[in-house]
């Protein structure tokens, strides 16, 4: 099995969210291992636009296999648009993780310290690698 | 040795029952309160749906509201259960880890499920988890299981079946049947099993708790130490109780997912074959299959049970029924795999052929509960 990450985007080292940099908003989604240990998407709320993010805090809810946890903003900002399309059919970020099954649009706020937290650019494979060891180590994904 | 807490408590109601273990979630990942493990009952009867549910397409609210049946949410996932003083609730309350939001829902389910899978194997009935994060016994569900991370705590629940009365809960929850004759009882009756049935005696509540109690201590390797509630943590879950579980903006939320119902009938070689699903937006949320024919103990409900909660995307489901249909080929044999196959498509499609029907009419709402089922008898070639 093989896990695509995309060489343009952020990815969030704890919650396995990517970030696009658009410019004026940044979209966020959740990478093909995270959403390979978490499963199918059965449900996802998310919070209205123009609410407040901030690193670290719930923007939204979602359910897989069972389980209910929140969905943690990667960067702090205003909700500036969310995928109704994604609301109304969960099972896009299966599908489509990088492209039709993102999540949320934020206007960000501290995006210049905030990405230096993130994985990007040159780092990304050898995080990938030591990530995809990690969750075979544990069982979660074969 | 590692303690934990083990709390016993009876005939909750349904606002305290959930509204504790919430608030035990978010202490024990504060820190605030210690690694607990509840084992309760709440008072007959309560319909509790899973977090997202829409209580309207789970709940006949008009015969619980005749009959007392108090209407709650929980804040773990899954699908809609009934609970009383014949079934066992189980709060599993641990710290998470900080570096895994979301990962391992399976393994964790299955982790945790140990404790209940011991103390029923302890009792002698052969209990297995299954990666659709249900108990089962010979394919037939006992326990229903679901999770929750509360911030950085992690809030496992079950609802084991020491007994049940099927006929009430067939009155309480929707199915995807047009009625509920003797018929309907016995197909459910044939997915579902208690500990109860499975021992052929009547044996106690607190008997069973006890034998689950040992299952955690021995699974996990630790001591339990009954205690009850602090005060504190008293006055937290009374706030929460009338703050969220008491509230209609936590009962009565909607989501934006659809439920849609659909079937489809054949005829087999092997007798009739009549396949009834509920979508809740592209997921497989129920599945039944039924008619004439004959097939090995278990195998219709352990086919059954590996879609429910899948994906309804037709590839995956066809992946799937594969995988599940060649373990106990030999008992469905008079059941052939591609009409199978094609008849559960077919009601799917019919799902979502009604779905996006009451979706273009801006004056109907997405699923009633007196929309009925997309039933044909269109018959295709085998």
């Not at chain 1, 990815?11 to 959740?30: F, M, N, Q, S």
């Not at chain 2, 709940?59 to 809609?80: E, K, S």
């Not at chain 2, 989501?255 to 009549?274: F, N, Q, Y």
Request: hydrophobic residues 45%.
């Amino acid at each position: 099995m093989t896990y695509s990450f995309p060489p343009d985007l952020h990815y969030d080292r704890a919650t396995h969210l990517w970030v696009r940099d658009d410019g004026a908003t940044l979209t966020l989604g959740l990478d093909a291992l995270g959403l390979e240990s978490l499963g199918d998407m059965a449900y996802v709320t998310l919070q209205a636009v123009g609410v407040p993010a901030r690193r670290g805090q719930a923007i939204g809810t979602l359910e897989a296999a069972k389980m209910v946890g929140d969905l943690i903003a990667p960067v702090s900002g205003v909700i500036a648009a969310r995928n109704e399309d994604v609301l109304h059919d969960p099972g896009l970020v299966n599908r489509d993780p990088y492209g039709a099954g993102w999540l949320a649009r934020i206007a960000p706020s501290a995006w210049a310290g905030e990405s230096a937290e993130l994985v990007s650019g040159v780092q990304i494979s050898a995080w990938v690698v030591e990530e995809i060891k990690r969750y075979r180590s544990q069982g979660w994904i074969e | 040795m590692t303690t934990w807490r083990l709390i016993t408590d009876d005939n909750v109601s349904a606002s305290f029952g959930l509204a504790a273990d919430d608030c035990l979630a978010t202490r024990v990942g504060t820190g605030e309160s210690e690694p607990t493990l509840r084992l309760y009952t709440y008072r007959s009867h309560c319909a509790l749906v899973g977090r997202f549910q829409n209580l309207d397409n789970e709940i006949h609210r008009d015969y619980c509201a005749a009959h007392n049946i108090a209407v709650n949410r929980r804040p773990t996932g899954g699908g809609a259960i009934i609970m009383g003083a014949d079934q066992l609730g189980v709060a599993l309350v641990l710290p998470g880890r900080a570096d895994d939001s979301y990962s391992h829902a399976r393994e964790l389910m299955a982790q945790f499920s140990a404790g209940v899978v011991n103390g029923l194997q302890a009792l002698g009935i052969a209990a297995t988890f299954r990666r659709k994060n249900d108990i089962e016994v010979k394919g037939r569900k006992i326990v229903g299981l679901g999770i929750y991370r509360a911030g950085t705590g992690l809030l496992f629940h079950a609802s084991l079946l020491v007994g049940l009365d099927l006929p009430l809960m067939l009155r309480v929850l929707h199915t995807p049947f047009e009625k509920i004759s003797d018929k309907e009882v016995a197909t459910v009756a044939d997915r579902i099993s208690t500990v109860r049935r499975e021992l052929g005696r009547d044996i106690a509540l607190e008997e069973v708790r006890a034998r689950v109690a040992d299952g955690y201590s021995g699974a996990f390797g630790v001591s339990l130490i009954p205690r009850v509630f602090t005060a504190a943590e008293l006055d937290a879950i009374s706030i929460l109780q009338s703050q969220k579980y008491e509230t209609a903006e936590w009962v009565e939320q909607t989501t934006s997912v659809p439920d849609a119902l659909g079937s489809a009938k054949l005829k087999t070689p092997g007798g009739l074959l009549d396949v009834r699903v509920t979508l809740a937006g592209n997921t497989i949320k129920a599945i039944y299959l039924g008619g004439d024919f004959f097939a090995g103990e278990g195998a219709i409900a352990e086919l059954e049970a590996s879609l429910r909660w899948h994906s309804a995307h037709p590839e995956a489901v066809a992946v799937t029924l594969t995988a599940a249909y060649a373990a106990r080929a030999a008992d469905l044999a008079p059941l052939p795999l591609d009409a199978l196959t094609q008849t559960i498509q077919q009601a799917i499609r019919r799902a979502q052929v009604a779905e996006s029907a009451a979706r273009s009419d801006p004056y109907g709402c997405f699923v009633t509960p007196n929309v009925q089922p997309q039933i044909s008898n269109l018959e295709f070639g085998v």
